[in-house]
C-alpha cells in the first residue's frame, strides 16, 4: 500500500460517522465557536498526531497504542493501554451503530415507509427503533467479521472519495445559502456573541468531538501494509489532518450560516416557540445527529437522502473498522496471556478470532441499547483522550528507553510537544462531562454523570481482571520471553533474597562476597543470574548454544556463597534484553534486592551509568546495590559511610553494617556542612550521624563533621583513604532525581577504592520518581 492508499484510509476514518453525528451536538455545546472548537482540536490532534508519526515509522506493525506502551513502560501500563483502547473502540462502535439506526430510521421515514411520529405495535417509537437498528447492525457486521471478510482498500478509497466529495458539496451549497442571507452575520454574532456558552462551551465541544479525531490511529494499525512506512506514515498522519480539519471546520460553517429556522424544523425538533426565539446554533444541538441532516435538506438539492447515504455510508465503515479493531486487540491480549486464551481462538473455516468478536460486539451491542448517544458519544471520547495521552508519555519514555531507536521520524521540541498533548487533552475531560450534566441519574442533566460512571465501572472491572487475573500469565509470558534455560536451586526456606546478575566473571567473587555479607544480615539466599543475549530479529532458541559460557561463570559466584554456607541458587536467562531480563527475574522471584557492578563510567553521555544499569536502578521493585570494584583486594578494614539522611542513607547503613560485621572493620559515618556552618546547621548535621550510628547498632565506628563548599570534592577527598565507601542516594526531588542522583555517581566515578551506592524501595513514592524520571 503506497502513500495515496494509506493517506486516504486516514481520510476515510476521520471523516466517518463522527462528522455527521456530533456536529449538531456539538454545534449547541460551543455555539457558532464550534468553529474554533474544530480548529483547536485540530491543533491538539496533531500535537499527538507527531507521537503516532515517530512510534508508527519506528514500529510498523499491528498494536499501536497497546505494543508502544508495553514496550515503553512498566506494568500494568501496557494492560490498562489495551484495556482503555479496547473499550474506546468498542464505544465508538457504538456511537457508530446508534447514529446507523437513526440515519436508517430517518432515510425510512424519507422513503414513506415511516411517519415521523410512527409507533410500531403501539410501543415501538423511533428512539427504540434506532436503538433496535443499531443492536442489528452490530450483529450483522459481527458476522462480516466472523466470516473473514473485510473492506478492501480500493473500495475504502471509493467510500471515502463519496463522502468528501458529498461533505464538498454541503459546504458549497451551505456557503451559498449562508451568503444569500444578508442578516447571515447575525448567526455567528448574535445577541449571545460569538462565544455563546463562553471558553466552557468551547472545551466542552472539543472534548465531545475529539473521537472525530482518532482516524490516524487506523493508519499506524496498517504499519506492516504500507511500502517504506518510515516515510510514508508520517506524511500519511499529516496528509490526512491537513485535508480534514479544514472540512470539519467548512462543514460547521455551512450547518451554522445555511440552516434557516422554521416552524416546522422547531416542530420536528420538539421544540416550543417561534423561529425569532431560537439562534441556529441552539436549534442544531436540539436536533443533535440528525443537525446537518436537516440542514442539507434545506440548502443541497436533494440532500436529505444524499447526506443520509453519506451519513449511512460513513457509519457502517466506520463501524466495520472498530469492531475490527476492538476484536483484534482483544485477540492480541489474549495472545499475550492477558485475556483467556479462548480469546485468541481462531475459527478452522474462517480463520477469524471469533470469540474476540462475539464478546466485543455483545459490549457493543449492550452499549448501543442502553445508553444515550451523548453519553456513548462523552465514552468514546473520554477514552480516547486518555489513550492519546498514554502514547504520549510513552513517545517520551521510549526516547530514554531506547535511545538507538532507528526513527525515520521525530517529534521536535521533546519532550515539550507530548507534554502539551498530555495536558491539553487531560484538561478536556473534565469541561466534556461537566456540559453533559453530572446530576445522579439518568436523563437529560445526566448523560456526562452516565458516561462518568461507565467509565469507573470499566477501569474497576479492569482492576479486577489484571490483578485477579492477568498479572499472574504475565508473568509466564515474561518468562517465554526471557526464558530459564539453566536453573540450578539448593532448598531453602528463607523468605528474603537478593539477586546478583553476573556479566564480568572477573569481578564475580567480589560481588558475591557482598553479597553473603549482605545475605547473613537478612537472612536471605541469593539467585545469581547471567543473560544469554541475542539480537531482536533471531528467535530466543538460537541462544542456547551459547549458555555453556554462562553455566561456568555462575557456578564459580556460587561456589564463593556456598563455601561461606550461604544458600545459592543460579540461572541462566535468554533474551533480547539484559536490563529486561532482570527485571523480569525480579518480578517472577521476588527478589527484595538486587546487586549489579559499574565499570565506573558510561559509554555514552544519554546514559548516567550505562543503559542496563539505568533501566534497573530506575524500573526495580525492590532495593537497589551498584558495586563498583577498586584497585583494592577485596578486603575491607576501613569503611567510609557518608550521610545526608533518608531511607537511600538508612539503606547504605544497613550494608555497611553487615559488611563491617562480617569483615570486623570499622566504619567511619561522615556529614559534610558549608564551610562556616551556623550552629542549627551543625545540629541538624549531628542528628543526622546520630541517626546512622543508631543503625549501625553495634559495629566500631566513629563521626566526623566536614566542612566544605562542594559536597562531592570533599567526600571523595576522604574516601580514598578508605577500602570501601558506602553511600546512599541524594534526597533530590522526584524532577531531578534520575537514578542515584549526581552526588553518589560523582563519587561512584571519582574514588579510586570500592564504592557500593544504594537505593531503597519505596513502593508508591518509587514507582512516582520512575514516571516522573520518563516523562
Known amino acids: 500500500m503506497g502513500l495515496f492508499g494509506i493517506t486516504f484510509i486516514g481520510i476515510g476514518a476521520m471523516i466517518g460517522a463522527g462528522v455527521f453525528a456530533l456536529t449538531g451536538f456539538a454545534a449547541g455545546l460551543a455555539g457558532p465557536a464550534l468553529l474554533v472548537a474544530f480548529l483547536l482540536n485540530g491543533v491538539i490532534a496533531s500535537l499527538t498526531a507527531m507521537s503516532y508519526a515517530e512510534l508508527g515509522s519506528a514500529f510498523p506493525r499491528s498494536g499501536g497504542a497497546y505494543n508502544w506502551v508495553t514496550e515503553a513502560l512498566p506494568r500494568p501500563w501496557g494492560f490498562f493501554t489495551g484495556w482503555t483502547n479496547w473499550f474506546a473502540q468498542a464505544v465508538a462502535c457504538a456511537l457508530y451503530a446508534v447514529t446507523f439506526g437513526s440515519f436508517f430510521s430517518e432515510f425510512l421515514v424519507i422513503l414513506g415507509f415511516l411517519h415521523h411520529d410512527f409507533l410500531l405495535f403501539g410501543v415501538v417509537g423511533k428512539s427504540i427503533l434506532d436503538k433496535l437498528l443499531a443492536a442489528v447492525v452490530v450483529a450483522f457486521f459481527a458476522y462480516i467479521n466472523y466470516r473473514g471478510a473485510e473492506e478492501t482498500g480500493k473500495i475504502g478509497i471509493v467510500v471515502t472519495t463519496i463522502k468528501v466529495i458529498i461533505l464538498g458539496l454541503f459546504v458549497v451549497f451551505g456557503a451559498l445559502a449562508t451568503f444569500e442571507d444578508p442578516t447571515w452575520p447575525s448567526k455567528f454574532f448574535g445577541e449571545q456573541g460569538f462565544f455563546a456558552n463562553g471558553l466552557t462551551g468551547v472545551l466542552a465541544a472539543m472534548g465531545f468531538t475529539y473521537v472525530a479525531f482518532e482516524g490516524y490511529d487506523i493508519i499506524v494499525q496498517s504499519g506492516e501494509e504500507v511500502i517504506d512506512p518510515g516515510v510514508n506514515i508520517p506524511k500519511a498522519i499529516f496528509y490526512s489532518l491537513v485535508v480534514v480539519i479544514p472540512i470539519y471546520v467548512l462543514v460547521a460553517f455551512a450547518a451554522l450560516g445555511g440552516i434557516t429556522i422554521t416552524q416546522d424544523l422547531l416542530t420536528f425538533a420538539g421544540v416550543s416557540g417561534t423561529p425569532a426565539d431560537w439562534a441556529t446554533w441552539n436549534l442544531l444541538g436540539e436536533l443533535g445527529e440528525l443537525g446537518i441532516i436537516q440542514a442539507a435538506g434545506q440548502f443541497v438539492p436533494y440532500g436529505l437522502p444524499l447526506l443520509l447515504i453519506a451519513g449511512l455510508t460513513a457509519t457502517m465503515s466506520a463501524l466495520n473498522a472498530t469492531l475490527y479493531a476492538s476484536s483484534r486487540i482483544a485477540f492480541s491480549m489474549s495472545r499475550d496471556k492477558l485475556f483467556p486464551d479462548a480469546m485468541s481462538s481462531i475459527h478452522p473455516e474462517t480463520r477469524a478470532p471469533y470469540l474476540a468478536i462475539i464478546v466485543s460486539a455483545t459490549i457493543i451491542g449492550l452499549m448501543a441499547l442502553t445508553l444515550p448517544i451523548e453519553s456513548v458519544a462523552a465514552s468514546s471520547s473520554v477514552m480516547f483522550l486518555l489513550l492519546f495521552s498514554m502514547v504520549n ?107 546478583v546478575p553476573i556479566a564480568n566473571p572477573e569481578h564475580a567473587e567480589q560481588f558475591m562476597r557482598t553479597a553473603v555479607d549482605l545475605a547473613k544480615e537478612r537472612d536471605a539466599e541469593i539467585l545469581v543470574m547471567s543473560v544469554v543475549t541475542v539480537p531482536q530479529q533471531t528467535p530466543l532458541d538460537e541462544g542456547r548454544q551459547f549458555v555453556d559460557e554462562k553455566r561456568d561463570v555462575l557456578r564459580e559466584a556460587m561456589t564463593v556463597a556456598e563455601d561461606a554456607d550461604v544458600p545459592v541458587n543460579g540461572t541462566v536467562r535468554i533474551g533480547h534484553d539484559v536490563a529486561q531480563a532482570i527485571l523480569n527475574t525480579i518480578e517472577q522471584e521476588g527478589s527484595d534486592a538486587v546487586l549489579m557492578g559499574w565499570r565506573g563510567r558510561s559509554r555514552r553521555r544519554d546514559f548516567v551509568l550505562g543503559s542496563n544499569l539505568d533501566t534497573v536502578v530506575t524500573d526495580a521493585d525492590c532495593d537497589v546495590l551498584v558495586e563498583r570494584v577498586g584497585a583494592s583486594d577485596g578486603s575491607v578494614e576501613e569503611l567510609f559511610l557518608p550521610t545526608a539522611g533518608g531511607p537511600h542513607a538508612e539503606l547504605a547503613a544497613e550494608i555497611a553494617g553487615a559488611i563491617a560485621r562480617s569483615q570486623d572493620a570499622h566504619v567511619t559515618v561522615s556529614h559534610v556542612v558549608s564551610t562556616g556552618a551556623d ?43 578508605y577500602d570501601l565507601t558506602v553511600i546512599g542516594a541524594t534526597r533530590e526531588s522526584l524532577l531531578q532525581q534520575l537514578t542515584f542522583g549526581a552526588i553518589p555517581e560523582e563519587v561512584g566515578r571519582r574514588v579510586d577504592t570500592s564504592v557500593i551506592m544504594t537505593k531503597r524501595y519505596l513502593g508508591i513514592t518509587s514507582r512516582l520518581q520512575r514516571w516522573f524520571s520518563r516523562t
Open 679 to 721: 550552629a542549627e546547621e551543625r545540629a541538624d548535621a549531628e542528628e543526622r550521624i546520630q541517626d546512622t550510628m543508631d543503625v549501625l547498632g553495634d559495629v566500631a565506628a566513629d563521626s566526623q563533621l566536614v566542612e566544605g563548599d562542594d559536597v562531592a570534592d570533599a567526600i571523595v577527598e576522604r574516601a580514598n583513604d
Open 393 to 499: 508519555v510513552a513517545v517520551i519514555a521510549m526516547r530514554k528507553n531506547r535511545p538507538d531507536l532507528e526513527r525515520p521520524f521525530e517529534v521536535p521540541f521533546m519532550p515539550v510537544i507530548p507534554i502539551l498533548g498530555i495536558v491539553f487533552q487531560l484538561l478536556l475531560t473534565p469541561f466534556l462531562l461537566t456540559s453533559l450534566g453530572l446530576s445522579p441519574g439518568v436523563g437529560p442533566q445526566s448523560e456526562g454523570f452516565v458516561a462518568l460512571v461507565t467509565m469507573i465501572i470499566w477501569f474497576a472491572l479492569g482492576t479486577a481482571v489484571y490483578y485477579g487475573y492477568s498479572e499472574a500469565r504475565e508473568r509466564e509470558r515474561m518468562e517465554e520471553q526471557a526464558p530459564t534455560v539453566v536453573h540450578e536451586r539448593t532448598p531453602s526456606e528463607r523468605e528474603s533474597q537478593i539477586l
